[in-house]
């Protein structure tokens, strides 16, 4: 099968048809090879804060509960059992007990226990004797009060209020359960898990492998004997790889719509599945250091933003428009389009920058007296791209700009340190729920709220839509919270990607999530028909 430049719906189809097909008889052997974008900054999923670190990693680890790796949409109705055989809320929904599996090891051999759950939390409650280093996801347990270990294989989380999410927090990818006799510090450079693959290495700008785990509590699995992924930072150096057939697969969504044709024509044998990647490319602006620490500033930027021209430049019109959740028909929370064209900053690109150049001319600047300075972004194409077309536009309200590259390395530090004055950036939704989203992104003490946005009104309607039960409801307060966003300035958004992963067809058992690109690199299903 050769796919073409797919339609949501046909994306989704054929995502479908992969999951549901007859399994043929899998091969045992092989090397997994493909390719990654950039080097992670550690091995350590819980301190990162980029799918870069979670993709070739999340086959080390398991969690408590998993979205479901043979389903391409993942929600409540598609978590399934991991290192948690079964699960029960009391009735008060403010409590969930964990039955845990026997018999699982540790890729050290040592035996895994509700001692390694409790450690795990310890460490991402911010409880641990030796702290992680960066806890980018320690406010989405702002609501677990206690985590009770009842024996050596049963836990019960005890929440503050009912949080009809939390499983989907504990199902990501971004929730590995780690080992209490490894330290945060090894686990940076040499991580064990309890995974269907082992660490073997991590050479920075080279390689990193992985070997099966011929101990996996899944007898069976994995089929691969091992995963080879090169690191190359130049994407045309990379996908020329890709075509010439040096690699099974590319790295997840790293072929962009532009190309997709291009990848077809040359490797007339690969499949290309176009789909969402779940990430959103939007505006950074320090709140707090000068000049977008006056409101007005901030307001001129945002309005200068022509969300069309990105989606003609870099997704040959099939981005669409989007809030800061996943948009429709993927996205469980998307705003209808009629709702999102009513937003700050959506109408019409001329008058809003009628508007943001009067605005800049109150505070003194003009075409004579442009506003000079960097645009901050991370250095590899998905980030470098828009960035370029971002520097454009600003020059139309009069900022002057000039791009400022950061290796992945440093990008998240740099940001959360707030070491820049405005930034083009990319935002994942891990799980496609306001749960992780808001309450990473727009509560006022998370780590990952970069440009420092605090709203009580916000803060409080991010809290009434995580402790609804109702649907519907709770679908109606996130419509509020991204109106609130708009006006705000919080975080301007510009567009949901989508790109496709390209692979040739010796690669069996491949299912692509298509609401999330960061829960579904388990990778023990896949094998090799050589």
């Known amino acids: 099968m050769r796919s073409r430049l797919l339609t949501v719906s046909a994306a989704i189809v054929g995502a479908a048809v992969v999951a549901s097909a007859p399994a043929a008889a899998q091969k045992q ?5 493909y390719y990654h974008r950039d080097n992670p900054p550690t091995t350590s999923i819980h301190e990162e804060a980029t799918v870069s670190t979670v993709n070739p990693f999340m086959a080390v680890f398991n969690n408590l509960v998993l979205f479901d790796q043979a389903k391409s949409i993942e929600s409540l109705e598609t978590i399934v059992p991991d290192l948690a055989e079964s699960w029960t809320w009391g009735e008060d929904k403010k409590r969930v007990t964990f039955k845990l599996r026997q018999g699982v090891k540790w890729h050290d051999g040592k035996p895994f226990t509700s001692k390694d759950v409790g450690c795990t939390f310890d460490l991402l409650l911010g409880k641990a004797k030796e702290p992680l280093r960066l806890n980018p996801r320690q406010v989405w347990y702002q609501n677990v009060a206690n985590v009770r270990l009842d024996g050596d294989y049963e836990v019960s989380f005890e929440l503050k209020e009912p949080q009809p999410s939390f499983l989907a927090l504990l199902a990501s990818g971004y929730t590995p359960i780690y080992p209490c006799h490894v330290s945060p510090r090894e686990m940076r450079s040499r991580p064990i898990g309890t995974g269907p693959f082992k660490f073997v290495e991590f050479r920075r700008n080279e390689v990193i ?20 992924v090169r690191i190359i930072a130049n994407r045309s150096t990379r996908i020329l790889a890709f075509v010439s057939g040096e690699f099974d697969m590319t790295y997840d969504t790293d072929v962009p719509i ?16 176009l789909r969402p990647t779940g990430v959103y490319v939007n505006l950074l602006v320090n709140r707090e250091a000068a000049p977008f620490n006056d409101p007005k500033l901030r307001q001129a930027a945002a309005l200068a933003i022509d969300r069309k021209s990105f989606d003609d430049i870099l997704g040959e019109g099939k981005l669409g428009l989007s809030g800061a959740m996943q948009p429709l028909p993927e996205g469980a929370w998307g705003m209808p389009e009629d709702m999102l064209r009513s937003l700050p900053g959506y109408g019409d690109v001329e008058k809003n920058r009628t508007q943001a150049r009067a605005i800049m001319a109150s505070l003194g600047y003009g075409p004579d007296n442009p ?14 791209d828009p960035a370029v077309i971002l520097i454009d536009q600003l020059k139309k309200i ?12 440093i990008w998240h530090r740099k940001v959360t340190k707030g070491d820049y004055s405005i930034g083009l950036n990319l935002t994942g939704l891990a799980v496609d729920d306001p749960d992780v989203n808001f309450v990473e992104n727009y509560t006022c003490n998370s780590e990952r709220n970069y440009n420092k946005y605090c709203s009580p009104e916000v803060e409080g309607l ?29 975080r301007p958004v510009i567009h949901f990607q989508r790109a496709a992963t390209c692979w040739y067809p010796q690669v069996k058992g491949l299912v692509l999530h298509q609401n999330s690109i960061y829960n579904g690199a388990r990778f023990e299903d896949v094998w090799l028909d050589r």
């Open 462 to 490: 991010i809290a009434a839509q995580s402790r609804e039960s109702d649907r519907e409801k709770r679908k109606t307060l996130v419509w509020q919270i991204e109106r609130k966003l708009a006006e705000d300035v919080a």
């Open 371 to 384: 506003l000079k300075l960097k645009v901050s972004t991370r250095d590899i194409a998905i980030y470098r």
């Open 398 to 409: 009069y900022i002057d700009a000039e791009l400022d590259v950061v290796d992945t390395t």
């Open 258 to 273: 532009p190309l997709i044709k291009d990848v077809e024509s040359q490797a007339p044998k690969a499949v290309c599945q």
């Open 29 to 33: 052997g092989g090397t997994l090879k």
């Open 209 to 228: 492998r992985l070997a099966r785990n011929p101990e996996y509590w899944k007898k069976g699995r994995p089929y691969l004997d091992a995963i080879e």
